[in-house]
């Protein structure tokens, strides 16, 4: 620096009662990477860097007797006082704060990290030293991941975990929170048939209808792919008929078609919504938000039970409804693991001669004090409880292990077994290695297992069944699609799933026989007849309950049927007597031997 402007700049300082800083500190300052100001206790300017003048864009002489206070954003400004005050006590150590700063050439606000000493007894200093770091950088990074980690990338909606901080702070202001929760049902159809792009779409398309719905009412958020959360607050009275407005109207929204490419594509929308009033919420606000959340879920559970396309609201009824579906889960869990289930056999007949060609597994649970659960509860209780892998396994093994009974008693070999699949194990990695592996230990072959999917189970990852049911099929197990033409009904599917067995749905029998019994239901029967047999595919006819519908799908050609006209479902112990008293009559003597 130029001599004689250094001699200028004591002779002002002096003449404003402020002290001078050292040619040495001014060196040394002037090559530090740090911005460094030093100013009186008082927090008046007396010396600045040259770093500090460029980072800032300002005459570092010219800050020379103002208030360093005033370079701070307006809302850091006490936090660092108070941290300034604390440097200026006797005794006290070097002081960290990081705040925020004022760019008054350019109105731009940027973060400093400041570590204040007390040099004041220091020669060539005589004050509070300011080290400053700009980091903006690190703060607008760390924004970044924080705003990744709490909002969709995808609709930039907040997510779960923003979810809970916005209930958490909602719930300790005084105010009755409301939620709504939201599930877009076929959205998976619409990626499988139109890929994800389309999908992505959709979502887009519904999230901004509820956004332009929502509004400055409440908080909108994407929980995860095909479910969006509405957080209202208001007080009890009008926050509830709000609610119930805003769910009516959010399924309605979510159901218009969405124009993509030219196409209408479609969704629908299943709701549940719950209301905490402030009084419930109690001192823990968390988990007064997760009990809102949970209402809120048990009552979107119950919208879906019952179809979808439609909001349900919470009430005591469900949570009692949930709280008892809890426990059948648990018990459903220890009879699986403690042996609590047994197995029922139902036979296969051959129509054409009457005789009986294998047997479909079934379940069933005697519940020590329900009594009978039927398997329309506890699958899907089984389902929805991750417990249906459990079970499948078990219905696999048992059926293996009754089949291999039943050959030896009978003194028959080929006859075969049917067993279900669910989704949840059709999606499993390992289902056709353990598959193989329960046919080798009990020395069966490969054909005399069938495995069983429904249509919906099927078409709900088409790609992942086709490819899971062709290997099973290319170890040699059979292939059966039941209950044909209750799902989708599509003889896309039909020929693009790797099937050997058709199994046509009761109603269809239904309806060609009885007082249901008319024209059109035996064309329809003969059609899928004629059409498994164009595919070389052994139709099965279920729920056989009278002479005349035995006769009427034995005519139309079905190879094989089930029902109650040959067999209730049978314990392996029944199944054997009923194998054996098939063996006595004379129309099979000679081929059962």
């Not at 069933?364 to 398997?375: A, F």
């Not at 040699?476 to 039909?494: E, P």
């Amino acid at each position: 620096m130029n001599p004689a402007r250094l001699l200028r700049l004591g002779q002002r300082l002096r003449a404003l009662g402020l002290p001078v800083v050292s040619p040495s500190y001014e060196a040394l300052a002037r090559e530090a990477s740090d911005e460094v100001l030093v100013t009186t206790a008082e927090g008046r300017i007396t010396f600045c860097s040259p770093t500090f003048s460029r980072r800032w864009g300002v005459d570092r002489w010219a800050l020379v007797g103002g208030d360093a206070f005033s370079w701070t954003h307006p809302e850091d400004r006490e936090r660092v006082r108070a941290a300034f005050a604390a440097v200026c006590r006797p005794g006290s150590e070097s002081v960290d704060s990081e705040h925020r700063y004022l760019v008054r050439s350019t109105g731009e606000v940027r973060w400093c990290r400041v570590r204040f000493s007390d040099a004041r007894r220091v020669p060539g200093v005589g004050g509070i030293v300011w080290n400053c770091q700009d980091v903006t950088e690190v703060h607008d990074t760390l924004d970044a991941l924080r705003h990744a980690a709490t909002h969709d990338p995808l609709t930039g909606l907040g997510n779960r975990r923003r979810l809970l901080e916005v209930m958490e702070r909602s719930l300790t202001d005084g105010l009755d929170s409301a939620l709504l929760l939201l599930n877009l049902d076929g959205l998976k159809t619409v990626n499988d048939r139109h890929g994800h792009a389309v999908g992505d779409l959709v979502v887009r398309a519904v999230a901004e209808r509820l956004d332009a719905l929502v509004g400055d009412r409440g908080w909108l958020g994407r929980l995860d792919g095909d479910e969006f959360a509405v957080l209202l607050r208001g007080q009890e009275g009008p926050l509830s008929r709000a609610l119930a407005d805003l769910a009516q109207r959010a399924v309605g929204v979510a159901r218009r078609p969405v124009e993509v490419e030219g196409r209408a594509v479609a969704v629908t929308a299943a709701a549940g919504t719950a209301l905490l009033p402030d009084g419930d919420a109690g001192a823990d606000a968390v988990e007064a938000g997760r009990r809102l959340f949970r209402h809120a879920d048990i009552a979107l559970g119950a919208a879906k039970a019952a179809g979808g396309n439609r909001w349900v609201p919470f009430s005591r009824a469900l949570l009692d409804a949930a709280h008892d579906r809890a426990e059948l889960a648990a018990d459903l869990r220890h009879a699986v693991a403690t042996g609590g289930l047994h197995l029922a056999l139902q036979p296969l007949v051959d129509l054409a001669v009457g005789r009986t060609v294998g047997f479909e597994a079934l379940v069933r649970w005697q519940h020590p004090q329900r009594g009978n659960v039927p398997p329309s509860v506890f699958v899907e209780v089984a389902e929805e409880s991750g417990t249906i892998l459990d079970l499948g396994a078990f219905v696999l093994e048992s059926a293996l292990e009754a089949l291999v009974e039943l050959q030896r008693a009978a003194g028959r070999s080929g006859l075969e077994v049917s067993v279900n699949l669910s989704g949840h194990q059709l999606q499993q990695p390992g289902l056709v290695a353990a598959v193989a592996d329960a046919l080798r230990r009990h020395g069966l072959a490969p054909g005399q297992l069938c495995l069983e999917v429904t249509e919906s189970v099927a078409v709900a990852d088409l790609a992942t069944a086709r490819n899971t049911l062709q290997e099973l099929r290319s170890h040699g197990v059979r292939i059966a699609l039941d209950d044909f033409g209750t799902g989708y009904s599509s003889l896309s599917y039909l020929r693009r799933l790797p099937v050997d067995v058709l199994k046509i749905d009761k109603s269809f029998v239904d309806d060609v026989s009885g007082e249901r019994a008319d024209a059109t239901g035996a064309a329809v029967l003969s059609g899928i007849v004629a059409l498994s047999s164009a595919l070389g595919l052994v139709t099965v006819a279920e729920g056989i309950e009278t002479e005349q519908s035995h006769e009427v799908v034995r005519g139309a050609g079905c190879t094989w049927g089930q029902g109650y006209l040959f067999a209730r479902p049978l314990s392996p112990a029944q199944a054997a007597a009923h194998l054996a008293a098939e063996a006595q009559n004379p129309r099979y003597r000679s081929t059962t031997a």
